[in-house]
């Protein structure tokens, strides 16, 4: 099982590289904050797989706070940008 866990971190790694480079890279607002909701979601599965891989069930709880604190930063993004934010598209 050490292979498959080794290969998921790595593609998660890879992803959450790709994710970072479109949240300074992103052309517009919205588009980085999609990109920051990619970020955390990418994080969040890291968790669970070390989680899996070291047999600590605490740290599915951190995962839990994590996608919970990431989806309410969504939301206040979403807010924000319905409010009539700075837009630069």
């Known amino acids: 099982m050490s292979p498959i866990i080794l ?3 790595a593609l998660m790694a890879l ?3 790709l994710a970072f480079v ?3 890279r992103g052309p517009s607002l919205p588009d980085r904050v999609v990109a920051l909701e990619l970020f955390s979601s990418i994080l969040v599965g890291i968790i669970g797989v070390v989680a899996i891989a070291t ?3 605490s ?3 951190v995962a839990i706070v994590m996608a919970l604190m990431a989806f309410m930063a969504a939301i ?3 807010r924000f ?3 009539g934010g700075p837009r630069d598209d």
Do not use: I, K, M, Q
């Open 7 to 9: 290969l998921s971190l």
């Open 76 to 78: 206040g993004f979403a």
């Open 22 to 24: 479109r949240l300074f």
């Open 59 to 61: 740290l599915l709880d």
């Open 15 to 17: 992803a959450l590289c």
């Open 81 to 83: 940008l319905e409010r």
């Open 55 to 57: 047999d600590v069930a």
